[in-house]
T-cell receptor, first 112, second 116 residues
Framework: GENVEQHPSTLSVQEGDSAVIKCTYS??????FPWYKQELGKRPQLIID?????GEKKDQRIAVTLNKTAKHFSLHITETQPEDSAVYFC???????????FGKGTTLSVSS | DAGITQSPRYKITETGRQVTLMCHQT?????MFWYRQDLGHGLRLIYY???????DKGEVPDGYVVSRSKTENFPLTLESATRSQTSVYFC?????FGRGNTGELFFGEGSRLTVL
């Protein structure tokens, strides 16, 4: 089945710096890659997603890039703020295309 | 509009006991999912359902049972709880998800289960 690897597991940055989280997937047929953010004690929520026919997608300070050849995709957060501190999960669809398989998460800490 | 709700939010039980975690959504979403969240493992898929009376195994289904007799409910039962099932359990739903489609997963608030 699909396997999603996520790195790093923890990331600490200073406010205003950029943060990059990377994920790789195993199933070359995967075509949908969302990112979820989970604040402490809260539920995960979708922040951005990308489909396989697009190489990059931006939404204000966040962007996702996809390299289908290398089977990896990345989340980029620019001008980080303390409220960006959270756990971020990447995901890809399972082999049947009917559920999401998540990476193990990255704990991002933004210090002011 | 309650959205998606889980109950109980917190549960302490003993090994060998049966426990049922409830999940209810008011959107009539077709797809529903159960994940468990553990430190170092992220979110792991237990079971999911594409519609009423249709369920499928995820990554870690052993020790769990699900049912979906009604579209809005997707209970998760631990038939004989073990300490390794201590975790935070998240239910999620999606309006459009299956093969060829994409859709946002809406998560419940989670149920924290401790098995002593």
């Amino acid at each position: 089945g699909e396997n999603v690897e996520q790195h790093p597991s923890t990331l600490s940055v200073q406010e205003g710096d950029s943060a990059v989280i990377k994920c790789t997937y195993s199933d070359s047929a995967s075509n949908y890659f969302p990112w979820y953010k989970q604040e402490l004690g809260k539920r995960p929520q979708l922040i951005i997603d990308i489909r396989s026919n697009v190489g990059e997608k931006k939404d204000q300070r966040i962007a996702v890039t996809l390299n289908k050849t290398a089977k990896h995709f990345s989340l980029h957060i620019t001008e980080t703020q303390p409220e960006d501190s959270a756990v971020y999960f990447c995901a890809a669809k399972n082999k049947a295309g009917t559920a999401l398989i998540f990476g193990k998460g990255t704990t991002l800490s933004v210090s002011s | 509009d309650a959205g998606i709700t889980q109950s109980p939010r917190y549960k302490i039980t003993e090994t060998g006991r049966q426990v049922t975690l409830m999940c209810h959504q008011t959107w009539s979403h077709s797809y529903m999912f159960w994940y468990r969240q553990d430190l170092g493992h992220g979110l792991r898929l237990i079971y999911y359902s594409a519609a009423a009376d249709i369920t499928d195994k995820g990554e870690v289904p052993d020790g769990y049972v699900v049912s979906r007799s009604k579209t809005e409910n997707f209970p998760l039962t631990l038939e004989s709880a073990t300490r390794s099932q201590t975790s935070v359990y998240f239910c999620a739903s999606s309006e459009v998800f299956g093969r060829g489609n994409t859709g946002e997963l809406f998560f419940g608030e989670g149920s924290r289960l401790t098995v002593l």
